[in-house]
């Protein structure tokens, strides 16, 4: 196992796989499809976890977010934990490959993976404030489509982390409004080392799943 703790165990390691056992048998006794977002929320083991991990502003956005990484994390767990870890000559082959003109065709099925950026080697400012590392993403997808939760500020000292969701197809044609192009390095934000990778916008994040998908 990397000496880096993934998000998963992070949020769910502390006994609450249990919890995902449950999750599973109710999926399994009502029939229903566990990538159906609304459905697995309807799962009383599911309101019970989100319960538990409810954060402080009850409500609103924070519990969205909270569902979403629920649901992610349960995939994830429900597919093998499986982890692929990405070395910087692999970052760096994937933001230098031309965007998609066409949507990509692809497998019926690709199973929920986390995929895991060396540390400090990528930058996301995906909610329009200071940006923050990217640790990485959940994916899962089919054929055209592909869901992603990308983990933004993943540190030691932080009792939390960033999350950001986007999911659809491939991305056509992706420019950035400034002209430059998409990854281009970070050179002038404050707290990012001058020259890293850097992801802006959901459709960056979406476009970056997909290469890193093509070569998996």
Request: zero cysteines.
């Amino acid at each position: 196992m990397s000496a880096r703790a993934t998000p998963f165990e992070l949020v769910f390691g502390s006994g609450r796989e249990e919890r995902f056992e449950a999750i599973r048998d109710e999926l399994a006794s009502a029939h229903r499809e566990p990538h159906d977002r609304d459905a697995f929320l309807l799962q009383r083991s599911v309101a019970e976890l989100l319960r538990e991990l409810r954060p402080d502003e009850g409500l609103g956005e924070a519990m969205e977010a909270l569902a979403a990484l629920v649901h992610h994390g349960y995939l994830f767990w429900s597919e093998g934990s499986r982890v692929r870890e990405l070395d910087e000559n692999q970052l760096e082959a994937l933001v230098a490959r031309p965007s998609a003109t066409q949507p990509a065709d692809g497998p019926a099925y690709r199973p929920a993976v986390y995929v895991r950026l060396p540390q400090l080697a990528a930058w996301g400012r995906l909610e329009g404030g200071p940006p923050e590392p990217l640790d990485g993403w959940f994916g899962w997808g089919r054929g055209q489509d592909l869901q992603v939760l990308a983990i933004l500020g993943l540190s030691p000292g932080r009792p939390g982390f960033t999350t950001v969701e986007a999911g659809g197809p491939r991305p056509e044609r992706l420019v950035r409004v400034d002209g430059s192009p998409p990854f281009a390095p970070i050179t002038t934000d404050t707290g990012a080392r001058a020259g890293i990778t850097s992801v802006r916008g959901q459709e960056e994040l979406l476009e970056l799943a997909w290469r890193a998908g093509e070569t998996s």
